[in-house]
């Protein structure tokens, strides 16, 4: 079942804007992980955050996370052509039970054009 | 370096015939997962493994089977392929079960085509 939404579905943007992608889940969570995906590649972990944490920060990327909200922000700064692919959320459950799967969201396509 | 291979990398065959797609990673990760991304329905869990010999069923487990005989590879079987399962398939890692805020890493997928 998909928990995560993600808005918007597509973004596009010039080279050195800023993109700023949001995911909204229904339960409670754990932590709530971001992951890039290349067009036609694997998903590789951005940043994660834990339901205790605000904000974080790492490079270029800065999420927040509102639990009373149920959602989290994923802004780029200075954005760069080579930022160009699908941004997942995925939300880590805070129930018990050792599959604790990631629950996923549908993605934000973004493009940045150079 | 630290990865989860998959292969075949693109595979169409035709209905019925059985095949594999193998899956092994190198960071004695005790979890692994296979997944199937479709557009508009996003990344949905066949199978996982939390360790050797332990496997269960995720959301879409119907057609596919797996198995753990080694910690380090996971493959994913079609024992009669049907063109609904023509998708993305991933496998991912994840060092062990109860890994609250450890990242799973994924392979470079494979796209099955099933005629």
């Known amino acids: 079942s998909q928990q995560g939404e993600e808005d918007p579905q597509a973004l596009s943007i010039q080279e050195g804007e800023n993109a700023t992608m949001n995911c909204s889940y229904k339960t409670s969570i754990n932590n709530l992980q971001w992951y890039r995906q290349n067009s036609g590649r694997g998903l590789v972990h951005l940043i994660l955050i834990r339901s205790n944490e605000r904000e974080k920060h790492s490079g270029r990327l800065r999420v927040t996370l509102d639990t009373s909200k149920k959602s989290s922000s994923l802004l780029i700064t200075a954005s760069r052509a080579a930022d160009t692919a699908s941004y997942f959320c995925a939300t880590d459950g805070s129930e018990r039970g050792n599959n604790r799967k990631l629950i996923w969201g549908l993605g934000t396509s973004l493009g940045v054009n150079p | 370096e630290a990865q989860v291979t998959q292969n075949p990398r693109y595979l169409i065959t035709v209905t019925g015939k059985k095949l594999t797609v193998t899956c092994s990673q190198n960071?004695?990760?005790?979890?692994m997962s296979w997944y199937r991304q479709d557009p508009g329905l996003g990344l949905r869990q066949i199978y996982y493994s939390m360790n050797v010999e332990v496997t269960d069923k995720g959301d879409v487990p119907e057609g596919y089977k797996v198995s753990r005989k080694e910690k380090r590879n996971f493959p994913l079987i079609l024992e009669s392929p049907s063109p609904n399962q023509t998708s993305l398939y991933f496998c991912?890692?994840?060092?062990?079960?109860?890994?609250?805020?450890?990242?799973?890493?994924f392979g470079d997928g494979t796209r099955l085509s099933i005629l």
């Open positions: 960071m004695n990760h005790e979890y």
């Open positions: 991912a890692s994840r060092l062990d079960p109860g890994g609250r805020g450890q990242p799973q890493h």
